[in-house]
């Protein structure tokens, strides 16, 4: 193309954007070949350390339920244990002894045999052991799964969740249409979604979402393909998420001069292509490539920070940190200390008894 029909080019689209008058009778659109949407990114939530870790496998109810039942098993045994007539038969039990091996046969320990010594108790002891298998058998399997993959934080996926955890909002000016656009919607969240919108580069925003509380808006096939590119890591994970809710949704289609005799041919292609699903696949193959090249280059990278770098990289992930354990480590460390302040009470409330003083055989001694 001649240098006169860049110009001219250019004025046609400048036209195009603004919309004049004078324009609108000049211009025209082709088929719609694809459907554009506008979303935010974010940085995803860090999985924070929590001494529930051992409680999420159960929902609330069957912890409820475990207790109610393992305390009216328990009752049920000390009231058992306690009849004289059984006493008579098979001894004294203490009642934290009932209580323990009850416990502990919960928790998969062995039982002692005092307990299904008496016919009376043979059929709620077999129930509560066979209770006891099916529960710490569902508990260790769902607890290997929350050790293993930690529950995220929530994170917010829509304008309204948006707007209560950001200070800021960063996305391309665009001569400011997008903070015009929000600033006279008429829902609240996007007014104040426009309040805190700035101007920015597409790589400078996203740099400062890990930052600060911010998040960046931008179309989501190009915030997917520069996340990939420059963020992902080499697991296939991302610092970066981009929110369910569609911010903006337009139709693409392009701009050609008004009657022109090759629109219907180009309306043929576009429709032959969308209707094919090659717009798709194009945006499919685009982001595995881009993918896999970031892949590469991190190897890359690897293999330059020698042998060590790249062993760290594999196990880093797989291994258990304090994320995963901290909540048996916290019961662990509370039942130490309460079984110390115990002991104490006990040594100071409880005093030894002294062994009585009796007198060793007297010798005779004879003459």
């Avoid at 091996?101 to 010594?117: D, I, M």
């Avoid at 020698?306 to 916290?330: C, K, M, W, Y």
């Amino acid at each position: 193309m001649k240098p006169s029909g860049h110009r001219d080019l250019a004025k046609m689209l400048a036209e195009f954007k603004n919309g004049s008058s004078g324009s609108r009778s000049r211009r025209d659109l082709t088929f719609t070949y694809d459907q554009a949407a506008a979303k935010f990114a974010m940085a995803t939530p860090v999985i924070t350390p929590s001494w529930l870790s051992f409680y999420y496998p159960l929902s609330g109810q069957v912890w409820i339920g475990v207790l109610a039942s393992t305390l009216t098993v328990c009752f049920t045994l000390v009231k058992i244990t306690r009849r004289k007539t059984w006493q008579m038969r098979h001894g004294v039990l203490s009642t934290g002894s009932v209580v323990l091996e009850s416990v502990g046969t919960l928790l998969g320990q062995g039982l002692y045999g005092r307990l299904s010594t008496s016919q009376s108790n043979h059929i709620l002891v077999g129930t509560w052991l066979f209770f006891g298998v099916v529960v710490g058998t569902a508990y260790r399997a769902s607890l290997i799964a929350s050790l293993t993959l930690p529950r995220l934080p929530p994170r917010p996926e829509t304008v309204e969740e948006l707007v209560k955890v950001i200070d800021r909002v960063t996305i391309e000016s665009f001569d400011g249409s997008y903070k015009k656009f929000f600033l006279n919607s008429e829902s609240s969240a996007f007014r104040e979604l426009g309040s805190m919108m700035v101007g920015g580069d597409v790589m400078d925003g996203l740099n400062t979402v890990l930052k600060m509380k911010s998040a960046h808006i931008g179309a989501p096939l190009n915030l997917q393909l520069i996340i990939s590119r420059n963020f992902a890591k080499l697991d296939g994970t991302s610092p970066l998420y981009l929110g369910k809710e569609k911010l903006l949704q337009v139709s693409l289609a392009w701009g050609v001069p008004h009657d022109a005799p090759y629109t219907p041919q180009i309306d043929k292609c576009l429709r032959i292509i969308s209707q094919a699903g090659l717009y798709e696949q194009w945006k499919k193959e685009t982001m595995e490539a881009a993918a896999r090249e970031s892949r590469m280059k991190q190897r890359e990278e690897i293999k330059q920070q020698g042998q060590d770098g790249a062993e760290h990289s594999q196990t880093n992930f797989r291994s258990l940190s304090i994320i995963h354990v901290q909540g048996p480590l916290l019961l662990l460390l509370v039942g130490i200390t309460l079984g110390s302040v115990a002991f104490v009470v006990e040594r100071l409330l409880v005093s030894e008894p002294h062994p009585s003083h009796t007198p060793g055989p007297t010798r005779q001694i004879s003459d």
